[in-house]
């Protein structure tokens, strides 16, 4: 299939999720700012799921502009990612309405995870279906790249241990990491 219809196809669902989830936030219930307050947990939440939601975007534009077309497996693997990144709206309002809940933080965190390894699976189909090209140097460790993952890990120790919302704060962390290590490799090619 021709990248360019395919990522015309992805942006259109990014595009679509970012207004469901912006919809999925209530107004504060006083226009003042204790109202405003009251909802911080949901205005972090969206930000955090609106910069994974960026960021596969903003990787995926660079990536296929260097490549001319992509395979079925590659396609099938866009799919899953798709689901899981379509459950975001509903997960970030379960999870901004109960920071201290274990099962919301740790379906946000599954989600992010799941989004970070079907993103690099990804990667590696369109490198394989596309070997005359050199799409990304390897000037970074796969450490570095996988950082991300590694602290929403952490944050699953944490939220099952000492501190519930670990998860919510390690995914913070990990969405700022993941766009600074992307903005990092783009310099090194």
């Not at 939440?45 to 990536?63: E, V």
């Not at 991300?148 to 962390?173: D, R, V």
Request: proline fraction near 5%.
């Amino acid at each position: 299939m021709q990248t360019s219809r395919f990522e015309t196809f992805f942006d259109a669902i990014i595009a679509i999720i970012i207004t469901v989830l912006i919809l999925k936030i209530p107004q504060p219930s006083t226009p003042t700012p204790e109202g405003v307050l009251e909802l911080s947990s949901t205005y972090i939440a969206y930000m955090i799921s609106f910069l994974i939601l960026y960021n596969i975007w903003y990787s995926n534009h660079n990536l296929l502009q260097s490549v001319d077309n992509i395979d079925n497996s590659t396609l099938w693997i866009y799919g899953v990612m798709t689901f899981i990144i379509s459950l975001l709206p509903y997960f970030t309002i379960w999870l901004a309405n109960h920071v201290n809940s274990i099962p919301a933080e740790t379906t946000f965190g599954l989600i992010f995870i799941l989004t970070h390894i079907l993103n690099t699976i990804a990667n590696h189909t369109i490198e394989r279906s596309n070997p005359h090209i050199a799409i990304r140097e390897l000037k970074y460790s796969q450490t570095l790249y996988n950082l991300p993952a590694i602290i929403i890990i952490i944050g699953f120790i944490l939220t099952y241990t000492i501190y519930t919302p670990g998860i919510y704060i390690c995914c913070l962390i990990s969405v700022v990491l993941w766009i600074l290590i992307g903005r990092y490799t783009r310099k090194c090619k």
